[in-house]
């Protein structure tokens, strides 16, 4: 029952901006860390931004400065505004969380993934 809905993403300019949302719904008891991570083509995924339940956060080195995650604890939604993309910012963008359900074990929750182009 407990799942990730994702939304934004799209095609965008070089020097652009855009956000992506993510929520947990269903029989939650908590969510620990949340966070982005995207996998480009013929690349490893990697963790691009996550935040902890107390708002403390980690970003990958190629985003800081124009990346920034936020999270509602009240509505267990994750957000990352992204300014300033780049080509090499294409990707599919997946959101993570950890998650432990009411009625079952904590494990991580992946969202199915949104498409993140950088084009002129």
């Known amino acids: 029952q407990v799942q990730l809905v994702e939304s934004g993403g799209g095609l965008v300019q070089p020097g652009g901006s855009l956000r992506l949302s993510c929520a947990a719904s269903?029989?939650?008891?908590?969510?620990?860390?949340m966070g982005w991570y995207r996998q480009a083509p013929g690349k490893q995924r990697e963790l691009v931004a996550r935040?902890?339940?107390?708002?403390?956060?980690d970003y990958a080195e190629s985003v800081k400065g124009r990346f920034t995650i936020s999270r509602n604890n009240a509505e267990n939604m994750v957000d990352l505004q992204m300014n300033s993309l780049k080509f090499d910012d294409t990707a599919v963008y997946y959101c993570?969380?950890?998650?432990?359900?009411?009625?079952?074990?904590?494990?991580?929750?992946w969202g199915q993934g949104t498409q993140v182009t950088v084009s002129s």
């Open positions: 935040i902890s339940s107390d708002s403390d956060t």
């Open positions: 269903g029989s939650i008891f908590r969510v620990g860390f």
């Open positions: 993570n969380a950890d998650i432990t359900p009411r009625f079952a074990s904590r494990r991580e929750y």
